[in-house]
């Protein structure tokens, strides 16, 4: 079940999302509107921690976590 607010957006995320549909020839990912929906209550927070995680101080590269994502988004069916 999706949530209306969440699939719409705001007009911004509309415009948004209509120009990732135009470039890409895909909708939004879901992940993306989940992110813009209620930034300050969950997007902010988990955009920051991702950021941490895939750029902070790590013993791997950054090339090294940016395989392990897209392996893992694969495994998963995840279009991202």
């Not at 911004?12 to 989940?34: E, H, K, N, Q, W």
Request: one cysteine or more.
């Amino acid at each position: 079940m999706r949530l209306k607010a969440v699939e719409r957006g705001t007009v911004g995320d509309t415009m948004l999302y209509s120009f990732i549909r135009m470039v890409s020839g895909y909708r939004a990912p879901d992940v993306v509107r989940t992110l813009r929906y209620r930034p300050a209550f969950f997007g902010a927070a988990h955009s920051a921690h991702t950021q941490a995680a895939m750029r902070g101080v790590s013993a791997w590269s950054v090339g090294e976590r940016e395989i392990f994502a897209a392996f893992v988004s694969r495994l998963n069916k995840c279009h991202f």
